[in-house]
Every structure is written in structure tokens, then in C-alpha cells.
């Protein structure tokens, strides 16, 4: 091999290293957005948590209130809370599911998640706050619960 032909060896060589490395580039960047989108969805979550502490700190439910507009329910303090907490649930497990489906959550914790949905689904006294949440879901984690097995059918 010539002094040309090494040379266009430590070319291509060259050329291909660049590519690697933009190919790396752009990999870590679209990591990088899945992780920004993901605080994004993180933070929404937190905002509607904080949103459903102001309901419980003043006894309102937020189901009759929000979703009829009506602050005349009739609830005790513990079903309010009770009520409350199942739609703090919705919005945490709603979120888990995002983080699972943009593999920021391994299979393991995943399943737990889904063991804890399972358990919130199976309270048919609150099925309803399911149904009046349900639409505002994305259809990929309404088609998570809905395979769920149904106790309260």
C-alpha cells in the first residue's frame, strides 16, 4: 500500500469516526428530549397534585365540584378525601405510565405500578371518577386499564 492509498485509509478512517460521532450526538439529543418531555409531563402531574390538595384542605370534592360544577355533594370528610385520593392516583399513575412508555421506568417497577392500578381500578365506589377521567387519558393508557380484569362489571 502506497503513501495515496494510507492516506485515503486515514480519510475514510476519519470520515467514519465523524460519523460516529454525530450519530452519537443525535442519539444523546433525542435522549435528551424524551427526558425534558418526560420532566415536562412530571411537572404537570405535580401541578395537578398540588391543584387536588387545595379541594381536600377545603373539604370540596373535586369530582362534584370540578367535573359538575356542583358544591353541594353531600360527602363525608373521609369520602372526600377518600374521592380526592383516587383522583391524585389517576393523575400519578397517568404519569407513570409516560415515564414507562418513554423507557425512563424498567419493566420491575412497571409492574408494581400496575399491580397499584389494579387495586385503584378494582374500587367500584370509585369507578366513577375512572369514567369522568377516563376521556381526558391518552387512548395507550385507557387501553392499560380497560385490559385490566373488571370487578365492578
Known amino acids: 500500500m502506497g ?15 465523524i460519523i460516529g460521532s454525530l450519530i452519537f450526538v443525535g442519539l444523546e439529543m433525542r435522549q435528551s428530549q ?3 418531555i418526560a420532566g415536562q409531563q412530571q411537572g404537570r402531574a405535580e401541578i395537578a397534585s398540588n391543584f387536588m390538595s387545595a379541594f381536600l384542605e377545603n373539604g370540596l370534592d373535586f369530582q362534584t365540584v370540578y367535573f359538575r360544577q356542583d358544591p353541594n355533594h353531600g360527602f363525608t370528610d373521609e369520602e372526600i378525601a377518600f374521592r ?34 389494579q387495586i385503584i381500578y ?5 369507578r366513577e371518577i375512572y369514567d369522568a377521567r377516563s376521556p381526558v387519558f391518552s387512548q395507550a393508557f385507557r387501553a392499560v386499564v380497560l385490559s385490566l380484569p373488571d370487578k365492578c362489571s
Open 34 to 36: 424524551r427526558i425534558a
Open 84 to 117: 380526592n385520593m383516587m383522583h391524585n392516583s389517576w393523575f400519578l399513575y397517568e404519569n407513570d405510565f409516560y415515564q414507562y412508555t418513554q423507557e425512563l421506568m424498567d419493566d420491575a417497577t412497571w409492574a408494581a405500578k400496575l399491580s397499584g392500578i
Open 122 to 126: 378494582d374500587f367500584c365506589e370509585a
Open 3 to 17: 503513501k495515496a492509498g494510507i492516506n485515503a485509509f486515514i480519510q475514510l478512517f476519519g470520515i467514519l469516526g
